[in-house]
């Protein structure tokens, strides 16, 4: 019994440690634009979907890994998104993670610029399981250092409280765009976009159709479908010590016997 016991002990401090190498520190807070959000809820994963006009720009944004980066272009770099007349679209994910609908907005997307000049894009959605959703074009909300931050709630895609997505799609609008009335909402709705009070609610310029795409963030904690294992030397050290220590016990046990 003395050492089942202690084996016991052993092998439950293992899972302990194994357990709290697979949860990381969160990253510090970040407040750009209005918003205050996670770094480690950031997109990690991008595609291009639709490639004209598809380029890179480089950018002082506070924290590294941008949408450029995850898209394979050099760090602190923001994408290019078509023009007037050429559509470009990326695809972005939380490498598997999902975005959740809670209370309010859930995630953020981050457009660099200059003031008073927005730059029209829209964002389809996909939930686990399902397919795209159709573009919904939204006004910014807010303008800090260079980028206009445009924050999005499910709710306006159709997702329901509690159910979550797993991937986005970012688009430049294109000068024969239509949208809902107001001059935002879903494309297709027959009114022309114009940019909203940060942008002086005009219709947008022909060279307004080229948003410069720098950073997407969920605002609330993202949820992994699986717990990831990450073996670290200081795990491997307890392990190797474990069994150094299950060994003695063992012999120690025969000479009792």
Do not use: H
């Amino acid at each position: 019994m003395k050492l089942n016991n202690q084996t016991g002990l052993l092998l439950g401090s293992l899972a302990i440690a194994s357990f709290a190498s697979c949860n990381p520190a969160k990253a510090a807070t970040v407040t750009q634009a209005g918003f205050t959000w996670d770094s480690n809820n950031a997109v990690t994963n991008g595609s291009i979907v639709q490639n004209p006009g598809i380029s890179f720009t480089l950018t002082g944004f506070p924290v590294d890994n941008t949408v450029g980066t995850t898209l394979g272009f050099p760090n602190k770099s923001t994408v290019n998104l078509g023009d007037n007349t050429n559509r470009g679209i990326i695809e972005l994910s939380w490498g598997g993670s999902l975005v959740e609908n809670l209370a309010g907005n859930d995630f953020v997307i981050y457009e660099n610029g200059a003031a008073n000049a927005p730059e029209a894009f829209a964002v389809a959605v996909k939930q686990k399981g399902g397919s795209f959703t159709n573009f919904l074009y939204q006004f910014s909300d807010n303008f800090e250092n260079q980028t206009f931050a445009t924050a999005f709630d499910l709710d306006s895609f159709g997702i329901a409280t509690g159910e979550s997505i797993i991937a986005i799609r970012i688009a430049n609008l294109i000068s024969s765009d239509t949208v809902g009335a107001g001059g935002q909402g879903f494309l297709g709705g027959g009114v022309t976009p114009n940019t909203g009070p940060l942008g002086g609610n005009i219709t947008y310029p022909s060279g307004r159709f080229d948003p410069d795409i720098t950073y997407a963030v969920a605002l609330n904690n993202v949820v992994p479908t699986a717990i990831p294992f990450e073996f670290s030397p200081s795990l491997g050290l307890i392990i190797f010590g474990g069994w150094v220590m299950f060994g003695k016990l063992k012999q120690t046990s025969k000479v009792n016997k």
